[in-house]
């Protein structure tokens, strides 16, 4: 325990606070009890009939009444001394807890009218709830106040931390289930408090609900010694102060005077940093934490039918299965419901009686009303330089060789610059690898409050006011992420194309939860996008090999609503400035960036990159050679080293075979290839056909897998003749142009590829086609024998192309 | 520390065992920089030149020196002690530590003859590593004694818990990197102490190497306060031993006296449960864990051009990045290499000279060459009883509603029975909720180290020697079945459809090492397949809605090479008991199996059963009229709810419109559907049209992304008539119908689907469709207004058809 002294539990809470806390925690219970169970007889003014029951009985008991206990006693601190305070349900189907907190607060109402504080409206609000046609029993988008839905399990401390980093006035209580504590995300995130600033961050406070029971087994938490469950946190580098117990009136006194501890603790180490003379280095302090050990389904009756029931396993579902057809059970979940003495609570039109209803907070403090829970009411845009004074020159196309990521870092940068307090930068280890360095110049470096050694001054760019944010955790970094925008702020995040699938299930998550709040939820205001960008790509992993080529994760995103994903493979460094700026600026999206980091040919000037991107398809004039009329065939490319594979495989066949006339479409923003009424980027069948032709060959080289192309474009009138190249399993240690080769996205395969397709050239051709093998045979000798690709091809640059 | 007496350092290690022990040591490292830059001149028995390094400088040094100075002291104690020992790579790029030794314990040239013990044989050991068409820098399946690639980071530790699950005799040692150590997966898998029996199960020794840096910055466990980081390793569970330094004069005595008696620790904690009283329960020990604190990069040169070199991120790669152009950083190269002292080291020929030889353990007992590392040298099939004794009557297709997994669970059970020391099934907390408890009768229930209570008694199937493995991670899971077939085992792993996305990335990492085992790798002799029921499916989440709902993950196994992965969705029991025994008897793939949990018709007897899924697509006779004609439509299906909705709507157009000829095809094996260049499962084009037609309309009923059935036959001729439905991420709280209303893979819409696309129907089945579309309205309507699916509907079954 800390230094600060623990005010007796006796002093903490008044008798008279006590009945009331007790009596608000009991409605709270009871509506969980109501919205599992009833669908009429709401407030039990007649006896339990098997027609006040539920059809079917699905939901979730066992974590409620811990929560809506922490709940109550939140509330209390939030009054005290009027905290901002919002609240996280870690656990999964503990939605009760939230939901009934919200009905009591007053806002269910008011967000859902019909759902009114009275008799009428605590029906509709039972029935509601985890029924066809209502609303699920995770703290889902429809639920006011949350952030975090818990659907899947894993993520709510890091999403905790992600609202409170740069809100230094935010409290983010976090509730973190036993069961949700043994899966890896949330097992590395407790180590977020190495990464938070107590001068210029909020507080997490979070609630390990040592519960017991999973599904169908214990959790492994609980059942370790108490001196093992101490060591860990605070060999996590947190302060745990332990409720445990299962009496209700030991236990009031006991969680008041621990929150109430907690709270203290948390303003004390914010108030020593913040009013620390200027100069003073900043310390990670360790923070509180609660363990509230309390029984699984709390309050519940204690057996049936002879078995445990409160304090097991049977608890964590519905605790009583068949009201309906077994008499005895429905009077067992009769005596449950009035054991929380429901006609002390509500008056007689069914509202919360005003002794109660002034317990909680009021206005904006209210948890499910508090705006840092429905981010789009704080989030200001982003103040953006101006993209384009970031340009690379371009003389002339494919001449200059650069990193595309390296020009965006300066960008990044400057962005970093114009907005200290709302923006943020995330990477696994990864930020200078991925060429993006230059962001530390504008960022302070990085966030950085473990310890720090006096070698860290050179070149270690760590600080504890940097805001690149850097664990080597994808999971925690995807949830600093997403709770950073969901409290209404910004941020970008570059990761290895190969292990974005890392957290694949969480892209799947919040998805779902953008489209349900921007789909159907008026009353939840737009969040910045989630900005990802995928580099260090499949096409690059000289040393790496097989492990790292994967990028499958654009398969994952096209699963999703095409309402809330986009996907850009920018060829050239000013197409990704302007797809950057773009991404930056929209809401309620996941933008996905394909950008690889080494250095990559230029193409297009910046105005002609805004024109390209703008369009997010076009053909490319210095490229082809068709002018107005139907080519002979068309070689289309998406992502930056497809597109100088391509362009490769033009020049040879400009050279070798003059009469072929070839148009050369290169793809920005994928979904334009999907069907308009499929997508609202789509191209329209006029458009696509106008670009693709209907029935000439289509030579698509491709960056990811080649079945992508075709799952968006197999509805388009040319589709037949689309002949499409992407990555195919074939890879170990390979120069780039070996693993190309193996894969077919070279020029030479290419070029064979459009010398098959063509009929006029099928004959004459036949001595380039072997000329074309035999250079395919010689790069990989010389790679085999020399470690690198041969110079020439290495250094290849479209500007030594004639001109047309 | 444990209450066994540690034998002083001074004691351990004779003057000469460690003048012998650092010359071994030395040579390792000499090896590990030299195939880091040399292509020649491999012992250095001439001046340095640019022209014997690399053109290509790629790999890293800096975990090598740690990993080789903990592999030496492991040596010493297998040929002390005749120790069964596998050691495991968790750091990332470190496999020239492994490299190294397999080198010198002469397995790599036995293995690899042309990489022999002499000058010739180790500059092509140098000049492969990193290299086009070489080795790759992370412990590949090319590396002998590897099971653990490490080229995705936080599996380590399940890895090698998994390896000694019922290997009694097996200590895996494991070292574990600080970086890889802050990813979520291995953060959680530490608690895997919980999961391990001393009594039937062998020991890991894990070795944290606290080597400070990642690619670019510190990690979080080497800056946080020795206090803290010994609290967190208790708390998990573990017995740490720290040996930290520098100076190998002082780190070899310290490191042979706490590998000593970290050995001794787990001998005595082996010996005590093994020999304890019969009856004794079986305690959970704290299990030793070494925490080696060595510099980054350990023995290459401090400095370099004035910034600190050893012991930074600098030496994290390559500590020298110019030495070809560079004539001081040449220098620095070779003074760094000599400070090994390799002519003392290697004999004339250039192999080990004897007296370092006989270092070594000898034949199987030489680390890399421990045939629990190429786990098919020990693999015996399972006995199997005959899954046809397990199957269900089924008098008429379509009569009987039960739960397939359920009837899987009792073959499982007995297989179990049968096979008590080399099959284990593995579930996140969900084997109940997947109805496949009853696999419990014969395993013992579930494995359970951690504490105990009676209650546990009552339904808890909690064991010491339980063999269901059951923990709320699936990464923690996967990790140790993985390692359990990579030993030479068998498995069976059941998981929730939606989260099996949790482990997408650890799919692919598994996939790219069974491809490259399989196909280039004679030597590795094939394991047992990972079997992957996925169940709790996306059609079946009436109370766990929208975040429950992906079935994307088999787009993610479609990418991966066709001679590893397989997928199977059988309709019913009696396919599931087929499909069952089919995967539990086959190797080297990764075998997953879609099919739900609750209650479904059953279609098929076992001899049909047997035959469909043989053919493993088919038509179904008793739902088809088209006896030997071309049919009017097709209707095909895949999945066990997608199969019964397709017989629903048969049965509508049956009854409403008598004179359409509908043929109905059944698919089991998913890449049936491919093209048979492209997947050994493929039909060849005649087969494929035989079943689908050429011509007519194919109304395609999928379990997963409609998506998918197009990937996968884009290239059949009849590919334009498919219409395909599946999952479109339209779902929230839904009854079954209701959901598959909304994702339109229900009856009703189909039946309109044939109507619309069969030319004949057009005219005259107009009020049909109506009363078609009126039947929607009601279901959602009834469902909303009840809270279940209309009786009539939920138990409708084929059987009540009438016959043809």
Same mark, same amino acid.
């Given at each position: 325990?800390?230094?600060?002294?623990?005010?007796?539990?006796?002093?903490?809470?008044?008798?008279?606070?006590?009945?009331?806390?007790?009596?608000?925690?009991?409605?709270?219970?009871?509506?969980?009890?109501?919205?599992?169970?009833?669908?009429?007889?709401?407030?039990?003014?007649?006896?339990?009939?098997?027609?006040?029951?539920?059809?079917?009985?699905?939901?979730?008991?066992?974590?409620?009444?811990?929560?809506?206990?922490?709940?109550?006693?939140?509330?209390?601190?939030?009054?005290?001394?009027?905290?901002?305070?919002?609240?996280?349900?870690?656990?999964?189907?503990?939605?009760?807890?939230?939901?009934?907190?919200?009905?009591?607060?007053?806002?269910?109402?008011?967000?859902?009218?019909?759902?009114?504080?009275?008799?009428?409206?605590?029906?509709?609000?039972?029935?509601?709830?985890?029924?066809?046609?209502?609303?699920?029993?995770?703290?889902?988008?429809?639920?006011?106040?949350?952030?975090?839905?818990?659907?899947?399990?894993?993520?709510?401390?890091?999403?905790?931390?992600?609202?409170?980093?740069?809100?230094?006035?935010?409290?983010?209580?976090?509730?973190?289930?036993?069961?949700?504590?043994?899966?890896?995300?949330?097992?590395?995130?407790?180590?977020?408090?190495?990464?938070?600033?107590?001068?210029?961050?909020?507080?997490?406070?979070?609630?390990?609900?040592?519960?017991?029971?999973?599904?169908?087994?214990?959790?492994?938490?609980?059942?370790?010694?108490?001196?093992?469950?101490?060591?860990?946190?605070?060999?996590?580098?947190?302060?745990?102060?332990?409720?445990?117990?299962?009496?209700?009136?030991?236990?009031?006194?006991?969680?008041?005077?621990? +929150?109430?501890?907690?709270?203290?603790?948390?303003?004390?180490?914010?108030?020593?940093?913040?009013?620390?003379?200027?100069?003073?280095?900043?310390?990670?302090?360790?923070?509180?934490?609660?363990?509230?050990?309390?029984?699984?389904?709390?309050?519940?009756?204690?057996?049936?039918?002879?078995?445990?029931?409160?304090?097991?396993?049977?608890?964590?579902?519905?605790?009583?299965?068949?009201?309906?057809?077994?008499?005895?059970?429905?009077?067992?979940?009769?005596?449950?419901?009035?054991?929380?003495?429901?006609?002390?609570?509500?008056?007689?039109?069914?509202?919360?009686?005003?002794?109660?209803?002034?317990?909680?907070?009021?206005?904006?403090?209210?948890?499910?009303?508090?705006?840092?829970?429905?981010?789009?009411?704080?989030?200001?845009?982003?103040?953006?330089?101006?993209?384009?004074?970031?340009?690379?020159?371009?003389?002339?196309?494919?001449?200059?060789?650069?990193?595309?990521?390296?020009?965006?870092?300066?960008?990044?940068?400057?962005?970093?610059?114009?907005?200290?307090?709302?923006?943020?930068?995330?990477?696994?280890?990864?930020?200078?690898?991925?060429?993006?360095?230059?962001?530390?110049?504008?960022?302070?470096?990085?966030?950085?409050?473990?310890?720090?050694?006096?070698?860290?001054?050179?070149?270690?760019?760590?600080?504890?006011?940097?805001?690149?944010?850097?664990?080597?955790?994808?999971?925690?970094?995807?949830?600093?992420?997403?709770?950073?925008?969901?409290?209404?702020?910004?941020?970008?995040?570059? +990761?290895?194309?190969?292990?974005?699938?890392?957290?694949?299930?969480?892209?799947?998550?919040?998805?779902?939860?953008?489209?349900?709040?921007?789909?159907?939820?008026?009353?939840?205001?737009?969040?910045?996008?989630?900005?990802?960008?995928?580099?260090?790509?499949?096409?690059?992993?000289?040393?790496?090999?097989?492990?790292?080529?994967?990028?499958?994760?654009?398969?994952?995103?096209?699963?999703?609503?095409?309402?809330?994903?986009?996907?850009?493979?920018?060829?050239?460094?000013?197409?990704?400035?302007?797809?950057?700026?773009?991404?930056?600026?929209?809401?309620?999206?996941?933008?996905?960036?394909?950008?690889?980091?080494?250095?990559?040919?230029?193409?297009?000037?910046?105005?002609?990159?805004?024109?390209?991107?703008?369009?997010?398809?076009?053909?490319?004039?210095?490229?082809?050679?068709?002018?107005?009329?139907?080519?002979?065939?068309?070689?289309?490319?998406?992502?930056?080293?497809?597109?100088?594979?391509?362009?490769?495989?033009?020049?040879?066949?400009?050279?070798?075979?003059?009469?072929?006339?070839?148009?050369?479409?290169?793809?920005?923003?994928?979904?334009?290839?999907?069907?308009?009424?499929?997508?609202?980027?789509?191209?329209?069948?006029?458009?696509?056909?106008?670009?693709?032709?209907?029935?000439?060959?289509?030579?698509?080289?491709?960056?990811?897998?080649?079945?992508?192309?075709?799952?968006?474009?197999?509805?388009?009138?040319?589709?037949?003749?689309?002949?499409?190249?992407?990555?195919?399993?074939?890879?170990?240690?390979?120069?780039?142009?070996?693993?190309?080769?193996?894969?077919?996205?070279?020029?030479?395969?290419?070029?064979?590829?459009?010398?098959?397709?063509?009929?006029?050239?099928?004959?004459?051709?036949?001595?380039?086609?072997?000329?074309?093998?035999?250079?395919?045979?010689?790069?990989?000798?010389?790679?085999?024998?020399?470690?690198?690709?041969?110079?020439?091809?290495?250094?290849?640059?479209?500007?030594?192309?004639?001109?047309?």
């Amino acid at each position: 325990m800390s230094s600060m002294e623990i005010i007796p539990a006796a002093d903490v809470l008044s008798a008279e606070e006590h009945r009331k806390i007790d009596a608000y925690w009991r409605a709270c219970n009871y509506l969980c009890v109501g919205m599992l169970y009833l669908v009429a007889n709401p407030l039990l003014r007649e006896p339990l009939k098997p027609e006040h029951i539920k059809n079917r009985l699905l939901g979730h008991w066992g974590s409620d009444p811990g929560q809506t206990f922490a709940w109550v006693h939140l509330n209390r601190l939030i009054k005290k001394y009027d905290l901002n305070l919002i609240y996280l349900s870690g656990p999964g189907h503990g939605a009760p807890a939230t939901l009934s907190n919200s009905y009591l607060e007053g806002v269910y109402s008011e967000v859902y009218p019909d759902k009114s504080e009275n008799i009428e409206g605590l029906q509709k609000f039972f029935k509601q709830f985890s029924f066809p046609g209502g609303i699920g029993s995770h703290c889902t988008p429809e639920t006011p106040g949350s952030i975090h839905e818990g659907g899947e399990l894993g993520y709510s401390v890091s999403h905790a931390f992600g609202a409170v980093f740069d809100n230094p006035d935010l409290i983010a209580a976090v509730v973190v289930g036993d069961g949700e504590a043994e899966t890896g995300p949330l097992a590395t995130s407790w180590h977020s408090n190495k990464f938070l600033n107590p001068v210029h961050d909020g507080a997490v406070l979070p609630i390990l609900h040592l519960n017991g029971y999973k599904i169908a087994n214990p959790t492994i938490l609980a059942r370790i010694t108490p001196e093992e469950l101490e060591q860990l946190f605070r060999g996590y580098g947190w302060d745990p102060y332990i409720v445990e117990g299962e009496d209700p009136a030991l236990m009031h006194p006991l969680m008041a005077q621990v +929150t109430e501890h907690c709270i203290n603790q948390i303003r004390a180490i914010q108030t020593r940093a913040r009013t620390a003379a200027p100069g003073t280095p900043v310390e990670r302090p360790r923070w509180p934490l609660i363990i509230l050990r309390s029984p699984k389904g709390w309050t519940c009756p204690k057996e049936i039918d002879g078995h445990k029931l409160e304090g097991s396993w049977r608890a964590h579902q519905m605790p009583v299965l068949d009201p309906v057809t077994n008499p005895a059970h429905l009077k067992l979940v009769e005596d449950w419901m009035r054991s929380y003495r429901p006609e002390e609570l509500f008056d007689q039109g069914g509202a919360l009686i005003p002794e109660l209803k002034a317990m909680a907070p009021v206005g904006d403090r209210r948890i499910t009303a508090n705006p840092h829970a429905n981010g789009g009411k704080l989030r200001k845009p982003l103040d953006l330089p101006n993209f384009a004074d970031y340009a690379v020159k371009v003389d002339r196309p494919g001449k200059t060789l650069l990193s595309s990521t390296n020009t965006l870092a300066h960008f990044l940068c400057d962005v970093m610059r114009r907005n200290m307090t709302s923006f943020r930068v995330f990477g696994p280890d990864e930020t200078a690898s991925n060429k993006l360095q230059a962001i530390y110049e504008g960022s302070h470096g990085k966030t950085w409050m473990a310890a720090l050694l006096p070698q860290d001054a050179d070149g270690g760019d760590l600080s504890t006011s940097g805001r690149v944010m850097e664990m080597l955790s994808e999971h925690t970094l995807e949830g600093w992420f997403e709770g950073y925008v969901l409290t209404g702020r910004h941020g970008f995040f570059s +990761t290895y194309e190969a292990f974005v699938h890392i957290i694949d299930s969480m892209f799947n998550q919040h998805a779902k939860w953008l489209e349900k709040s921007k789909l159907e939820l008026r009353w939840r205001t737009p969040i910045s996008s989630i900005n990802l960008l995928i580099t260090s790509l499949v096409w690059r992993q000289d040393h790496n090999g097989f492990t790292h080529q994967d990028p499958g994760f654009l398969d994952i995103v096209t699963n999703k609503s095409p309402e809330v994903t986009r996907i850009y493979l920018p060829p050239d460094a000013n197409c990704l400035l302007s797809v950057a700026d773009h991404c930056l600026r929209s809401t309620d999206y996941i933008n996905v960036i394909v950008a690889d980091k080494a250095e990559h040919l230029q193409y297009l000037t910046m105005p002609q990159a805004i024109d390209h991107c703008t369009k997010g398809i076009g053909i490319w004039e210095f490229a082809s050679n068709d002018d107005g009329i139907e080519p002979d065939a068309v070689i289309a490319c998406a992502g930056d080293i497809p597109t100088s594979e391509s362009l490769a495989a033009v020049a040879i066949l400009r050279e070798r075979c003059p009469d072929l006339k070839i148009r050369f479409v290169n793809v920005v923003d994928l979904f334009r290839l999907m069907p308009e009424r499929e997508h609202p980027h789509g191209l329209s069948e006029r458009e696509f056909d106008s670009l693709f032709t209907i029935d000439k060959p289509v030579i698509f080289n491709f960056h990811a897998y080649a079945s992508l192309i075709h799952k968006l474009t197999y509805r388009r009138k040319n589709h037949d003749n689309f002949h499409v190249r992407g990555y195919k399993e074939k890879g170990n240690i390979n120069t780039p142009l070996e693993l190309a080769i193996l894969n077919q996205v070279d020029r030479f395969n290419l070029a064979i590829d459009v010398i098959d397709r063509v009929p006029k050239l099928q004959a004459s051709a036949s001595h380039t086609k072997q000329w074309l093998q035999d250079q395919i045979i010689e790069c990989v000798n010389y790679a085999h024998a020399n470690g690198i690709d041969a110079p020439a091809l290495r250094n290849w640059t479209w500007s030594s192309m004639p001109p047309k």
